[in-house]
């Protein structure tokens, strides 16, 4: 099991809470988790993130103007989402075999989109490659089926812009003992 038994009792709480208040016709607000992060510059594209308890920092490559000290804003949207499907993997396999989850994201941009003018391109990725590496020895059917949940219910996937080309795959292992 990937997940320690306590925390996946305590999301199972979660879930029936949600779920009886979906009973009484509980506003949508209640079921709202507000987010927020504030940015500040640090020196060129250098950038210092606060979110909640926790910090990040983002910067743009040489040729970009940045000063390649960290991730990229796209390299930090590949994160959000090679970690939600991950998360995902984790939270979803509970009552299978799996020994190891590995998520690899791969992304492609058309950086034409810096170009003003009429044959300029969307400014967004163009294409995102997700591959799951499950080492377990439950049957493929089953894990095809927490596959599907996987991707269904990562909300970094469902906020792609349509227009992005997704492509996912799936490789099955069998534990090395």
């Known amino acids: 099991m990937l997940l320690d038994t306590n925390r996946l009792e305590l999301m199972r ?3 029936k809470k949600m779920s009886a208040e979906l009973q009484k016709s509980a506003p949508e607000q209640a079921f709202l988790r507000q987010m927020h992060v504030n940015v500040r510059q ?24 940045g000063d390649g000290t960290a991730q990229t804003p796209e390299d930090t949207l590949l994160v959000a989402l090679g970690s939600c499907i991950e ?13 190891e989850v590995l998520v690899d994201v791969e992304s492609t941009i058309d950086e034409r ?8 391109v969307p400014a967004r990725l163009k294409a995102v490659k997700v591959i799951s590496h499950v080492v377990t ?4 059917e089953k894990v095809e089926r927490v596959y599907q949940k ?3 219910f990562c909300p970094i996937n469902g906020s792609l812009h349509p227009d992005i080309k997704k492509e996912y795959s799936l490789e099955i292992l069998p534990p090395k003992d």
């Not at 950038?47 to 040729?63: A, F, M, Y």
């Not at 998360?87 to 020994?99: A, G, K, V």
């Open 13 to 15: 709480e979660k879930t």
């Open 42 to 65: 640090v020196k060129n594209l250098q950038v210092h993130v606060v979110i909640g308890k926790h910090t990040v920092n983002v910067d743009e490559v040489l040729d970009d103007g």
């Open 87 to 99: 998360m995902n993997w984790i939270i979803f396999s509970s009552n299978l075999d799996f020994r």
């Open 113 to 120: 989109f810096m170009l003003s003018g009429a044959n300029s």
């Open 137 to 140: 020895n439950a049957p493929r």
């Open 150 to 152: 996987v991707q269904q």
